[in-house]
C-alpha cells in the first residue's frame, strides 16, 4: 500500500484506503465492499452519559466515539484515564510533550486543546521566550478546564 492516514485514525477512512488498495475480487459481495454500518446507539442505561459528555465544551463527542469505533464503554475508559493523567496538570511542556497530548487530544476529541497545542508547537523553537511561555500557559488552561468539566460529566466512576 501506497497511501497515508492521519491520527486519529477514523475507521470510515481506513476501511475506504484499504479497499482502494486490496484487490478486488470479481464477484464480492456488495456488503463486503461497504465501509461498516454506524454502531447501534447506545443502550437506555448509557443515554445519561452521552448527555454530559455532548455538553463538555472543548469535547466533540462524535469525534472521540468514531475514534473507538462507537464505543461508549470504551470512550469512557479513554477518558477515565485522560482525567487520571492529566488531573494534576501537565509540569513543564515541551515540543515533545505537547505533540503527545495533541495526539491524545485528537483522539478523544478534544478540537480547542489539540489547537492550543498545534499553535504551542508551531511556535516552540521559533518564537521568543515569552510567547512561547503564554501559548503553554494557554495549553495549561485549557487542558485544566477540560480535565475539570470531564470528571464533571464522567461522575465518581471518574478518577
Known amino acids: ?7 486519529p485514525v477514523e ?3 481506513l ?14 459481495p456488495a456488503a463486503v465492499l461497504a465501509a461498516p454500518a454506524r454502531p447501534d446507539p447506545p443502550a437506555p442505561d448509557a443515554v445519561p452519559l452521552v448527555d454530559r459528555l455532548a ?18 464503554g470504551v470512550l469512557r475508559r479513554v477518558l477515565d484515564r ?6 494534576d496538570g501537565l509540569g513543564p511542556l515541551d ?28 511556535a516552540a523553537g521559533e518564537a521568543d521566550a515569552a510567547t512561547t511561555q503564554e501559548l503553554a500557559t494557554a495549553v495549561a488552561q485549557e487542558l485544566g478546564q477540560l480535565v475539570s468539566r ?10
Do not use: C
Not at 1 to 7: A, Q, R, S
Not at 15 to 28: E, G, H, I, K, V
Not at 55 to 72: F, S, T
Not at 98 to 118: D, K, N
Open 55 to 72: 455538553a463538555v465544551p472543548g469535547l466533540d463527542l462524535d469525534q472521540g466515539l468514531r475514534n473507538v469505533g462507537g464505543e461508549l
Open 95 to 122: 515540543r515533545k510533550l505537547a505533540h503527545s497530548l495533541r495526539g491524545a487530544s485528537a483522539a478523544i476529541g478534544a478540537g480547542p486543546l489539540q489547537a492550543a497545542l498545534q499553535a504551542y508547537e508551531a
Open 150 to 159: 470531564l470528571r464533571e460529566a464522567l461522575g465518581p466512576a471518574a478518577p
Open 15 to 28: 476501511y475506504a484506503t484499504l479497499l482502494r488498495w486490496l484487490p478486488q475480487p470479481d464477484a464480492a
Open 1 to 7: 500500500m501506497n497511501d497515508h492516514l492521519v491520527k
Open 82 to 87: 485522560f482525567v487520571q493523567i492529566y488531573a
Open 11 to 13: 475507521p470510515g477512512q
